[in-house]
């Protein structure tokens, strides 16, 4: 089955420092990737839209300068949380989609603490 | 606009079914999704239909869609302690299949 990985699972950092968040597509090539937050005991709040090789499309109300998404290649894509503040503290969860594909296939998810 | 909404929590006996129910409001969605999540882990696609289709069986699982009320329903039958988990109703919305709208997600409890 299609496996996607994100690293780190857990970061501490403290305020005003920047965080870099991978996800990855371990066995297929993934042409549009999905960065997600999750507050605890809340639903998944979609942020931005990854497609490889162009800009990234954010959801309205997410800061575009604060979180920076790459997607360099067609199994990774970067979340660069910047300037974090502890209001940034959260569960980010990417998935891939496959081209064509109807499944998105999630990664375990980063959880990010801002001291 | 798109809004998806579920019961927060049930309870369920083990060996009983648990049916967790779903409303949503964009007609036009073209899948509709149950996710599971255990306690700090991602989501894992359970099973999924297509908005043509009224039932899907898949195992345990049965996943029911009334269109017309736009209620979407997980059945899984035989329910074990391993179900305990956050199940997600997720529609595909306006934006096609690849963006998803969630839900806030019910949380099974299994007890003995």
């Known amino acids: 089955g299609a496996v996607v990985s994100q690293h780190p699972s857990w970061v501490i950092c403290k305020s005003g420092t920047s965080v870099k968040i991978e996800c990855r597509s371990l066995?297929?090539?993934?042409?549009?990737m999905f960065w997600y937050r999750q507050f605890p005991k809340q639903s998944l709040m979609l942020m931005a839209t990854?497609?490889?090789?162009?800009?990234?499309?954010?959801e309205q109300g997410v800061e575009k300068d604060k979180f920076l998404i790459n997607h360099a290649s067609l199994t990774l894509s970067t979340l660069t949380v910047t300037s974090a503040h502890p209001e940034d503290s959260s569960f980010y969860i990417c998935s891939a989609l496959v081209g064509g594909s109807y499944e998105q296939y999630f990664g375990p998810g980063t959880r990010l603490t801002v001291t | 606009g798109e809004d998806v909404e579920q019961s927060l929590f049930l309870s369920v006996r083990e060996g009983d079914s648990s049916v967790i129910n779903c409303t949503y409001t964009d007609s036009s969605s073209t899948y509709l999704y149950w996710y599971k999540q255990e306690p700090g882990a991602g989501l894992q696609l359970l099973t999924y239909?297509?908005?043509?289709?009224d039932m899907k069986q898949d195992q345990r699982l049965t996943v029911l869609l009334n269109k017309k009320d736009k209620h979407l329903s997980l059945r899984i039958a035989d329910t074990q302690t391993g179900d305990s988990a956050i199940y997600f109703c997720a529609e595909s919305g306006s934006g096609g299949y690849n963006k998803l709208i969630f839900g806030a997600g019910t949380r099974l409890a299994v007890h003995p």
């Open positions: 990854s497609n490889e090789g162009s800009k990234a499309t954010y």
């Open positions: 066995d297929f090539q993934a042409t549009t």
């Open positions: 239909i297509f908005s043509n289709m």
